[in-house]
């Protein structure tokens, strides 16, 4: 197994020398490892190569976001194995090493595998992602089951940085979308679920990033109205129901109404900022969609009668929150 280790990084030169080394320190050692910078105006190329010499293969390239430099990694890349990890976060020792052991535990069918995550620099974030989305009880290595469903729950037991990809099979799926600001890895994950079985390893072994002293970049768009946030969820769901494996299976349904819910959630933020022309346009998305004119008022109406109800409950609720569910809410507007 000759695996290609991919760091993209835009302004991490800080964080950026932890994730290479525990790239380097791996037992099943990388056959090379690979630092694309995005950009970047802090120096993280000067100090990379003067840290590392030519132990790291650096490219460089205008910014263009984290989608074109992992791709433009990956194409670089000579090994059979991708192992993806974004610069601010890290790998343990033996993750590749037990990945290895996982896949071949299969019998090398699985040409993705996982382990669970931790939440790096937050005493407040205790628990993994494992824990977080109720798979703490999985085996200590295994497959996941109907991976496409869980991603189109919210319940995925991973992130990208923990990934150990087969390259044929990722260039199947032609890479990852860089025309997507927001949940490129997401799209990737689901569309990578219909071309081969994910494997997975139990043991936290690759940790993210949580500090909450630094900024989180992107990850601070969740939980806000832009436009930014519907527009990529749009793109992603039009795709996705757009795949042959989609159409006509369990899965086109609720596409659609997740497609749909954007739709409304869009008009809803925009009718609040008073941008009239714009909501009117994302209802006529789903007028276009099928809805009758009289069911989507009807529809808009039932929306803001339950967020009202949300606001009025939590308004008054006095009982405290569960330190994990409120960690829970905070991992959910970060990601």
Same mark, same amino acid.
């Not at 460089?60 to 976001?65: E, F, T």
């Not at 990694?73 to 192992?83: A, L, N």
């Not at 991603?151 to 995925?156: D, H, R, W």
């Given at each position: 197994m000759r695996v290609s280790a991919i760091i993209p990084t835009y302004n991490r030169r800080e964080q950026l020398f932890r994730a290479i080394d525990s790239a380097f320190e791996q037992t099943l050692p990388v056959a090379e490892v690979i630092v694309v910078d995005d950009g970047s105006t802090d120096g993280t190329a000067e100090a990379v190569e003067q840290c590392y010499g030519s132990r790291? =293969? !650096? #490219?460089?390239? +205008?910014?263009?976001?984290? /989608?074109? $430099?992992?791709?433009?990694? @990956?194409?670089? /890349?000579?090994?059979?194995?991708?192992?993806?990890?974004?610069?601010?976060? *890290? *790998?343990?020792?033996?993750?590749?090493? =037990?990945? /290895?052991?996982?896949? &071949? /535990?299969?019998?090398?069918?699985?040409?993705?595998? %996982?382990?669970?995550? +931790?939440?790096?620099?937050?005493?407040?974030?205790?628990?993994?992602? #494992?824990?977080?989305? $109720? #798979?703490?009880?999985?085996?200590?290595?295994?497959?996941?089951?109907?991976?496409?469903?869980? @991603? !189109?729950?919210?319940?995925?037991? %991973?992130?990208?940085?923990?990934?150990?990809?087969?390259?044929?099979? #990722?260039? &199947?799926?032609?890479?990852?979308?860089?025309?997507?600001?927001?949940r490129e890895d997401t799209d990737v994950a689901f569309r990578l679920s219909f071309k081969t079985q994910f494997c997975f390893v139990r043991e936290p072994l690759t940790e993210i990033d949580r500090t909450p002293s630094r900024s989180l970049g992107l990850c601070k768009l969740y939980g806000t109205r832009a436009d930014v946030v519907f527009d990529c969820s749009v793109r992603i769901y039009k795709k996705w129901l757009a795949m042959p494996e989609v159409a006509g299976s369990r899965y086109e349904a609720p596409l659609h109404d997740l497609l749909e819910d954007i739709y409304y959630a869009s008009a809803e933020s925009k009718f609040r900022e008073m941008r009239l022309k714009s909501a009117f346009s994302s209802l006529g998305r789903v007028r276009d969609m099928g809805t009758r004119p009289g069911q989507i008022a009807t529809t808009l109406v039932a929306r803001k009668m339950q967020k009202m109800k949300r606001n009025w409950a939590n308004r008054f609720r006095r009982a405290p929150m569960n330190p994990a569910d409120q960690s829970l809410v905070s991992v959910n507007q970060d990601q």
């Open positions: 790291v =293969r !650096l #490219f460089r390239q +205008l910014n263009a976001g984290v /989608s074109a $430099a992992r791709n433009l990694g @990956i194409r670089e /890349s000579r090994g059979d194995w991708i192992g993806l990890l974004d610069s601010d976060d *890290w *790998w343990h020792p033996e993750k590749l090493q =037990r990945q /290895s052991e996982a896949i &071949e /535990s299969f019998g090398g069918a699985p040409d993705l595998c %996982f382990t669970d995550n +931790l939440y790096g620099g937050n005493p407040q974030m205790t628990f993994s992602r #494992f824990e977080e989305v $109720a #798979f703490r009880d999985a085996a200590s290595m295994g497959i996941l089951n109907d991976t496409a469903w869980r @991603i !189109l729950a919210g319940q995925e037991p %991973f992130f990208t940085s923990s990934f150990l990809i087969r390259r044929s099979t #990722f260039d &199947e799926i032609e890479g990852f979308d860089e025309m997507l600001t927001l």
